[in-house]
């Protein structure tokens, strides 16, 4: 039994030999069968490819046989190797359709890899436009197109679900491959400069200009102008482009004219020919040394330094007598015309050193010239007036930087015996651009300024307001000069002294009798004659002095009222932009503030509607069209006209509060220890003296039965008003607050020892007032008292003490018959708590009473209570 399982096995190994070696052979015929499937595949595509190319080459033929001139039937050109039809013996061929003559060509979108962003996303809807591809697959594309950084965050922000739209990729896109987004391109662009080539400049303004929006053609040409080389710029402001195209074209051709003249000629070309050097200056004969220290100067820097008076050859002030050191080279680029113009000699090997070259008045243009202020007198900030004098003759000298020449009025020449020399042919120029006849010149006049005497040569001309001009061709002889014209003084060297000359604050008048004047005007010495009268109006008001001020006292503050009368009138427009302007701040999260209106009575209309109007005229309000709105109330004042007031209660509600500290009248009369004069102004409509901060003007609207308006001027009723206003007057008067002034809102009070101090004191005030553009109302201000009533007291030199009329008020109090009219009682008596001893123990009867369910009233009499001790 065990040899037979033996020959089994042996005969099972042998047919499984067999086996694998059949296997074996038909693995090699497969691998022989894929690889002639493999070589005819490729066979295949080189035919399929060479057909495809000849039925490209016969479908272009066609194209162009179909256009030419003679009408042929449309027939199908059948193609130049014929394919064979599919049979199942070669499931392989097919027919290849005709390409399309018309088909777009094919479109590629870059790949992405976080560079150029812009650039690429300007791509991307291109070709979306272009394939019109649906919104909903724009996001998968893009997918297929991004690589390295770009596409590690692509599959970050997928799957983090941070996008879901194309518009909110290509936010995405631009926040984290673009420039940050608190880069200023406008004020980049507007700084642009010119480096090297226009080409360069203009790829930079061009990547800079795309990033800004809102800009005009005008204020693009503007920038591109004004980023220009100095050279090509102004070529470019004589040609005058148009539009931005133009100048930019022009810039190349003006670029390419400058570096071609610049190769061309090594050496400039100039007006003047080439003076000699003084034999002093010549430098021995010897190898021409390699570099040499030449200063370029363009056209444009030589008539910058000749305008500021600068030396041609080094930094230092141009004066008479001038020497520069070092010693240097000048190369003057002058633009010469081709009539005029030579070339320069070529260089010898011995150098030569230019001649100083300094600004002289041949080379301006020697047309005299005044300026419009000068010509009628008036003085601006660029003007001085000073008291000089001819032969022994007071004048009135005008120093203007705005006239070329010296000039003197016509008249006074005969008067003065000055000697004229003619010039016929002689006119200058008016700052208006008219010219007038010149009466000729007086020459070497010798003339005193202070202590200094000068000699001038004066034009003749009818100027008016000033007997003497004086303009650059006097100042330019002083050398450098200081010129303070806000306290009215200019200072300068001459022979190594320091001259000071002292303006005139204002003008003296002198006055005449007839006799005088009628001498005079016969003599034509004296331009101009003033006839001053005061006039009283009856509606100005008296103003209030105090009955104990001397006369010669309130002479002087009739004068200094009178010189600040600006400072009492009513303003005119609206108050200038500060730093203090009324901002009203919400709190987080705050809906739009909108409130229905009242109803109102018949006449309160009218009165509304009168009211409106004043203030529309007086610019105070205006139509508005905001989402805000606050109802309002007419309150009767004291003498029976009506008050305009917003309910900004809602809006207040939602306003964050500013917590400026208001002063306490107890602290503020601590201050006035050792007055004995004092004076009180209240300024006028004090809030409407504050402007409303821009952006906020919308939140004060306000709707009444016939519109809505909103205030461009603080109103009254705004929670924060107070703070402003007190922040802005403690601004104001900050170097003299608490030294001789007090403020509490808009009033102000002026506290001084004696009558001369105070007069300095109210000047000092008016002073401040004017300039700040705060006006104050003269019927309601006192001036020079000895007692004067303040914020309900009376302050004189003796102390403070409660005003008699609060006192007569509590006095005469009704008795109260509910809560609101004891809290009114005790609000008015707390106020005088200083001035009553054991103040709270006598009023603790009635503070009881102030709480919940505690006060009850009785008509019938009772007994003397805390009212009547108190009163």
């Not at 202590?451 to 002889?477: E, H, K, M």
């Not at 203030?615 to 003498?639: E, F, H, W």
Request: glycine content about 6%; proline content about 9%; overall charge neutral.
């Amino acid at each position: 039994m065990t040899e037979g399982m033996a020959t089994r096995s042996r005969t099972i190994e042998d047919q499984l030999t067999k086996l694998t070696e059949l296997l074996a052979k038909q693995d090699a015929k497969m691998d022989a069968l894929y690889l002639t499937v493999h070589q005819h595949s490729e066979a295949f595509d080189v035919v399929q490819k060479s057909l495809a190319s000849q039925q490209s080459v016969a479908a272009d033929m066609m194209v162009k046989f179909s256009t030419t001139d003679k009408p042929s039937a449309p027939t199908t050109q059948p193609p130049l190797l014929p394919l064979p039809a599919p049979t199942s013996a070669n499931p392989y061929v097919f027919s290849i359709p005709l390409p399309n003559p018309n088909r777009p060509p094919k479109i590629e979108l870059p790949l992405f890899s976080g560079d150029g962003v812009f650039g690429w996303l300007f791509q991307a809807n291109h070709f979306f436009a272009s394939y019109q591809t649906p919104l909903d697959n724009q996001l998968h594309t893009a997918a297929f197109y991004m690589t390295g950084p770009a596409l590690q965050w692509f599959q970050w922000m997928q799957a983090t679900n941070q996008f879901s739209s194309w518009e909110k990729f290509s936010r995405q896109l631009e926040l984290r491959f673009g420039p940050s987004t608190f880069l200023n391109h406008k004020a980049q662009l507007f700084k642009l400069k010119q480096q090297t080539t226009v080409v360069k400049y203009l790829e930079e303004f061009e990547c800079l200009s795309t990033r800004v929006t809102n800009l005009t053609t005008a204020s693009l040409l503007n920038c591109f102008l004004s980023g220009l080389k100095d050279d090509i710029q102004q070529e470019l402001y004589i040609l005058r482009p148009t539009d931005l195209h133009e100048a930019i074209g022009l810039a190349k051709l003006v670029e390419d004219k400058c570096n071609a003249a610049r190769v061309s000629s090594p050496y400039p070309r100039t007006h003047f020919p080439r003076p000699l050097p003084a034999p002093s200056l010549l430098v021995a004969a010897g190898p021409r040394p390699p570099s040499l220290p030449i200063k370029r100067l363009t056209p444009f820097e030589m008539a910058t330094r000749r305008e500021k008076g600068l030396c041609f050859n080094c930094d230092a002030k141009f004066v008479p007598g001038h020497k520069c050191s070092p010693a240097q080279f000048l190369c003057l680029m002058v633009d010469t015309e081709e009539d005029t113009t030579f070339d320069s000699p070529p260089p010898t090997d011995t150098p030569e050193l230019l001649p100083q070259i300094h600004p002289t008045p041949q080379d301006v243009d020697t047309t005299p010239c005044i300026s419009f202020h000068a010509l009628t007198g008036q003085l601006v900030p660029s003007t001085l007036k000073l008291a000089g004098s001819i032969h022994g003759h007071p004048v009135v000298v005008l120093i203007d930087g705005g006239s070329t020449n010296n000039f003197i009025q016509s008249h006074l020449v005969k008067h003065l015996g000055l000697t004229v020399h003619p010039s016929p042919h002689l006119r200058v120029t008016v700052g208006n651009g008219e010219s007038m006849g010149c009466g000729g010149e007086c020459r070497q006049v010798s003339m005193k300024l202070g202590d200094t005497s000068f000699s001038v040569d004066l034009l003749l001309l009818p100027i008016y307001g000033a007997d003497v001009v004086l303009g650059v061709q006097w100042l330019s002889g002083l050398g450098p000069v200081v010129f303070d014209y806000r306290n009215l003084w200019m200072e300068f060297i001459q022979q190594d002294s320091y001259i000071c000359l002292q303006g005139l604050t204002r003008l003296e008048l002198n006055y005449i009798t007839p006799s005088s004047l009628v001498k005079q005007l016969t003599n034509q010495s004296t331009t101009q004659y003033w006839h001053l009268e005061v006039e009283h109006s009856p509606t100005d008001p008296d103003p209030k002095f105090g009955p104990t001020a001397p006369p010669s006292f309130i002479a002087a503050l009739r004068l200094l009222l009178t010189s600040f009368a600006d400072v009492f009138s009513p303003s005119i427009g609206l108050p200038p932009q500060r730093p203090f302007d009324y901002c009203i701040p919400l709190l987080p999260n705050t809906t739009q503030v909108n409130v229905k209106p009242y109803r109102y009575p018949h006449f309160q209309k009218t009165e509304i509607e009168r009211l409106v109007t004043e203030m529309i005229s007086d610019g105070i309000i205006q139509p508005s069209t905001s989402p805000y709105s606050a109802p309002v109330l007419l309150v009767k004042k004291r003498d029976g006209s009506w008050r305009f007031y917003v309910d900004y209660r809602a809006l207040n509600a939602v306003t964050v509060k500013d917590h400026f500290p208001i002063p306490t009248v107890e602290e503020l009369f601590d201050e006035i220890a050792g007055a004995h004069v004092f004076s009180k102004l209240d300024l006028r409509a004090g809030y409407h003296q504050v402007r409303i901060h821009p952006p906020d003007i919308e939140k004060t609207a306000f709707r009444t039965h016939d519109g809505h308006y909103e205030f461009k001027v603080t109103p009254f009723g705004l929670s924060n008003a107070p703070s402003t206003f007190q922040a802005l007057m403690n601004s104001v008067f900050k170097g003299i607050l608490r030294r001789f002034v007090l403020v509490f809102f808009d009033d102000i009070l002026i506290y001084s020892t004696d009558w001369d101090h105070h007069l300095q004191h109210l000047q000092a005030v008016f002073s401040i007032l004017r300039s700040h553009h705060l006006h104050a109302k003269q019927q309601k201000c006192e001036f020079g008292n000895a007692e004067i009533g303040y914020l309900g007291h009376r302050i004189s030199g003796q102390g403070v003490s409660v005003d008699p009329s609060k006192i007569s008020m509590i006095c005469k109090w009704p008795q109260p018959r509910a809560v609101r009219d004891l809290r009114a009682f005790l609000g008015l008596t707390g106020y005088y708590r200083r001035f009553v001893r054991n103040y709270a123990a006598l009023t603790a009867p009635l503070t009881i009473l102030l709480k919940k369910d505690s006060f009850t009233w009785s008509p019938t009499p009772r007994p003397p209570s805390t009212i009547s001790r108190l009163s």
